[in-house]
């Protein structure tokens, strides 16, 4: 069982910037696909970005061009980068290890 913690979370206004933080309580050099999902209230949970362990990284339409996902295998920790911070981009972000393991989720509120 691998344990997932999100960090970074908080109140920003629009335009504005945050870091996400996934730490993973193993090692995640073996992991094929980290990535982050986010839902907001009355919403579905929808892909923001995966990262594969080859390299290849998948960004939702919404986001792209604003966040970057990024992995430190040496921290068992993935990151996701996020500039020029929209109001829709409020909602609470989960990170998911191999489509199998979930943390509690982290909450972003982004003000207009």
């Known amino acids: 069982q691998v344990q997932v913690v999100e960090s970074g979370g908080g109140l920003v206004q629009t335009g504005g910037s945050l870091r996400l933080s996934c730490a993973a309580s193993?090692?995640?050099?073996?992991?094929?696909?980290m990535g982050w999902y986010r839902q907001a209230p009355g919403k579905q949970r929808e892909l923001v970005a995966v990262?594969?362990?080859?390299?290849?990284?998948t960004y939702g339409d919404s986001v792209r061009g604003r966040f970057t996902i990024s992995r430190d295998n040496a921290k068992n920790t993935m990151y996701l980068e996020m500039n020029s911070l929209k109001p829709e981009d409020t909602a609470r972000y989960y990170c998911?290890?191999?489509?199998?393991?979930w943390g509690q989720g982290t909450q972003v509120t982004v003000s207009s």
């Open positions: 998911n290890i191999d489509n199998k393991y």
């Open positions: 193993s090692s995640i050099v073996e992991v094929n696909l």
């Open positions: 990262r594969r362990r080859g390299g290849i990284m």
